[in-house]
């Protein structure tokens, strides 16, 4: 509560079965942050409990508009639906790191979601600046095609650079879970290749885990906890 907080006011709201997706605009100054960080968000409402929570920023900074992909995941979440657009929010931070070295320099990139860990991504994967020369690939990873809500809109951002490359991964359809040595192999270069990882805590170690079996150094694993955004 004593970062900077701003007042958003709630312009849409969108259920995708057990996921809402939220756009807000500002009702004064905006919110300045970097693609992949979050804020904690206490909504002002009559239905909804005033307690703040963090959430991952799934807009690009260059928008106005703040946009929240949230995931039914406990009892405040699936209190949302009582949200309506008259409704308000105060955001405090932004907070977060995981995009810091993506923006440092021209290193190449692996982003790594599982389910909703791909929020993040959404800003950072369509905030790849144009004049950077590396490549970026991001693995959508979720049990089913069915659960990959945003793969139409991934699939449409990596259309427009060659330098993006996109991949849903469906454990239950075939493809089993994510061969980590797969995904290293099929890089020209894994040394100068960083690796961002947002999913469960379980399934990030086990990456992470396989990664540096692999010869990936650590700091060139950077994780995001989808269990706290």
Do not use: W
Request: glycine share 6%; aromatic share 10%; with cysteine.
């Amino acid at each position: 509560y004593i970062s900077p907080h701003y007042k958003y006011n709630i312009k849409s709201i969108q259920k995708k079965k057990d996921l809402y997706d939220i756009i807000m605009t500002p009702d004064d100054n905006r919110l300045q942050f970097a693609a992949g960080q979050y804020v904690y968000v206490s909504f002002l409402s009559e239905d909804v409990s005033s307690e703040s929570h963090p959430f991952c920023i799934a807009s690009s900074p260059d928008n106005s508009e703040i946009r929240l992909v949230i995931k039914e995941l406990g009892d405040f979440t699936r209190t949302l639906d009582r949200l309506k657009n008259t409704d308000q929010a105060l955001l405090y931070g932004p907070h977060g790191r995981i995009s810091a070295k993506y923006y440092l320099d021209d290193k190449h990139a692996v982003f790594i979601a599982g389910g909703i860990g791909i929020a993040p991504f959404l800003a950072m994967f369509k905030s790849e600046s144009t004049d950077k020369q590396r490549s970026t690939t991001l693995y959508y990873c979720t049990k089913y095609k069915s659960e990959a809500y945003f793969n139409e809109e991934l699939t449409k951002i990596a259309n427009t650079d060659e330098r993006l490359s996109y991949i849903n991964h469906c454990s239950r359809e075939g493809a089993g879970h994510l061969n980590i040595g797969n995904v290293v192999k099929e890089l020209g270069n894994p040394q100068q290749t960083r690796f961002y990882l947002c999913a469960s805590g379980s399934m990030m170690q086990e990456i992470k885990s396989k990664l540096i079996q692999l010869g990936i150094e650590k700091q060139n694993i950077i994780l995001e906890d989808f269990d706290m955004i």
